[in-house]
């Protein structure tokens, strides 16, 4: 008998030896951008996220994670890529959003999935209107643990949350709420409250930064539905 081999949806990378890879990937269920100078054994870690693959960059800058912010309606960037970057976006065949807003590091800024969205204060109302058509989702504006990187301290997709130890029951509930989802606290890189920073996930897959534990790559797939 053929036994089909399992494939674990998990693997673990980092980027040039750095292990926040949170920062340089932006992943959402349908496409994932990576640096264009990622090295060649690196990139297989992402095909556990069962995506198309877009090497790009914002500038020239290699900080996807921070700049990006997307679901399967859209994706959010800064108005700063070079044309041939804006050709290599186009790939997506997604409706992309290029904001002049000076909060430019989206993806540190706004938490969200298909179901919801959670944007820093520092975006105004009509900001707020823009997001929520782009993403086809409610859009709600606050700060989590005093911070505005919101994006910095979850990771959430359409299954559950991962949110950052510093949230209170309430932020966590408020979240929860938000998002349609259930939430549970986790850490990266043995111990930082920055989550996303160390984990770059859809609801296919987890890619871990390498110097994450055992334990919290389990607490993060479990917290993320991702079997």
Known sequence: TCMERYIMPVSRTSYWKNPNIGLF???DNEVTLVPEDIHPKLSHAFDVLGTEVLQV???GSPLMGIYAAGNKNGILLPDLLYKDELQIMKRTKKEICYSKSKFNAFGNNIVLNDKGCIASKHYSSDQEKQFSDLF???VVRMNLAGYTAVGALCCANNKGAAVSSKL???EIAHVESVLKVPATIGSVN???PFLRMGIVANDKGLVAGDACSGFEIGNIQSALGIE
Do not use: L, N, R, V
């Open 190 to 192: 043995f111990g930082s």
């Open 25 to 27: 990937f932006y992943t």
């Open 168 to 170: 209170s029951d309430a």
């Open 136 to 138: 086809g989702c409610e």
């Open 57 to 59: 960059s914002i500038s």
